[in-house]
């Protein structure tokens, strides 16, 4: 039987989580997300047909579980035997989703990758989705040795949220909201994390919050304030390049399309296509854009402004480039290259040995320019930016200086780099294009 990867919430410099994802958008209730204010799309319809659904005993990591699913379906609802919840609830669920996930497959543009099926609803903690702690929902993948799948999870906790205590709003396990469309926010978050599972190198927060938001009926449109507050990095496409729900689902369905084809550049996991890069989504919302999305994907705080990407053409004039929205400065002088040289991002995945608390910053200031055997004909000035925010207790800016890290060697110190911790740069003069990093003596 596949084992289950755990799955929590990490920080984005971390390396080995990316394809678990937590949903910690608040549960339904009073000032909620799901609580917008704006019109439902259900409104004055008839509520979803509550039918039973066929029942199987199936084993999931060792144990016995009820599993409740229509011939056909993508998903069915699991529940650990002694199984604590009613039937009824179960098929009124199983309805509720049902109800929406036409809905939510238009939104996304694609269904989950074969290799994630089933996609097995946890309603209550479980041996695999263990007690509820922070987060409202989570979502996984089952792992079989080094290769994904088969099948992946999404656990709600709904049962423990039914029994929350004040100040919490409790949410009863009835039918009315079981179909509520207004409910189904937390779901539809958790199933698009599955979605985005293989094919990305990321499970973004923002892009399924702001696809949740849009089938539970709380936002029309990606500028739309509810994705302001909660979903910034679409609410800045939106504001920023035009982009909308239709252009998220094309580009996601370009997504699959690159790495159906096997067109990805990011190995995370054996047996399966390269998952593709956020640099290579961020260049296909660019051509439906037709316009630089770099901007958006940094001002919406989400991404690191490495994990964007961004590319620049160098020429012989003599010139100042900056990339990366200013975070990246080269001071080309004239000769330094004696042909054009096209620069694009390498992975930001691949870093240098520090100390464990220095991880997250040191990811977060990785930059790989490629070629990485373009050497410069004289030294040309580089200059890192740094968030002193992201520096880890104790750690001290004056300790920051530049490395060059080749592919299969230990990172070098760039003699003579200097930090300037009133600009937060750090800054050298470098021979050769290929890995910077910004990390402590």
């Not at 996930?101 to 099926?117: F, H, S, T």
């Not at 040995?353 to 004289?378: I, R």
């Amino acid at each position: 039987m596949p084992s289950s990867q755990a799955s929590r919430c990490a920080l984005l410099g971390l390396l080995l989580v990316f394809m678990s994802a937590c949903g910690d958008d608040p549960e339904p209730g009073p000032g909620g997300p799901s609580d917008a204010g704006t019109s439902r799309p259900d409104a004055g319809l008839p509520p979803p047909e509550v039918v039973a659904i066929p029942r199987t005993q199936v084993m999931l990591g060792g144990r016995e579980y009820r599993a409740y699913q229509r011939q056909g379906d993508t998903f069915r609802i699991v529940c650990e035997e002694p199984c604590p919840i009613e039937e009824t609830y179960v098929f009124a669920r199983y309805a509720g989703f049902l109800a929406v996930k036409e809905d939510l497959i238009a939104v996304v543009g694609v269904d989950v990758a074969p290799r994630m099926l089933p996609v097995d609803i946890h309603l209550a903690g479980d041996s695999l989705c263990g007690p509820k702690g922070g987060a409202s929902g989570s979502s996984f993948m089952n792992q079989t040795g080094l290769e994904p799948g088969p099948g992946s999870n999404v656990c709600l906790w709904e049962l423990e949220a039914s029994r929350a205590k004040p100040p919490e709003v409790a949410r009863p396990l009835t039918v009315e909201n079981a179909l509520a469309r207004a409910n189904q926010v937390l779901v539809a978050h958790e199933y698009s994390h599955i979605v985005l599972f293989l094919r990305q190198e990321l499970s973004h927060e923002w892009l399924v919050r702001a696809i949740s938001y849009r089938v539970g009926g709380q936002a029309s449109s990606l500028c739309d304030d509810i994705n302001q507050q909660f979903a910034p990095t679409a609410w800045e496409l939106c504001q920023r390049n035009g982009l909308d729900y239709a252009q998220l689902a094309e580009g996601l369905r370009k997504v699959d399309a690159l790495w159906s084809a096997d067109g990805g550049s990011v190995a995370l996991h054996a047996g399966v296509p390269l998952a593709t890069s956020v640099y290579q989504y961020r260049r296909i919302l660019d051509g439906l854009a037709g316009s630089d999305t770099l901007a958006a994907c940094i001002a919406g705080g989400e991404l690191r402004p490495n994990q964007c990407g961004d590319a620049f053409r160098f020429t012989p004039t003599a010139r100042t480039v900056s990339m990366y929205e200013g975070w990246v400065r080269w001071e080309l002088p004239a000769g330094a290259l004696t042909q054009e040289v096209q620069v694009e991002p390498g992975t930001w995945r691949s870093g240098m040995v520090v100390p464990a608390q220095w991880n997250p910053f040191m990811f977060a200031h990785n930059y790989a320019f490629e070629p990485a055997s373009g050497v410069f004909k004289q030294p040309v000035r580089l200059t890192l930016a740094y968030d002193p925010r992201l520096l880890p207790e104790g750690g001290a800016e004056s300790s920051l200086t530049l490395y060059w890290k080749a592919e299969d060697a230990p990172a070098q110190a760039v003699a003579g780099a200097v930090v300037d911790t009133e600009a937060n740069t750090v800054s050298g003069f470098v021979s050769k294009l290929g890995r910077y990093i910004v990390a402590p003596r």
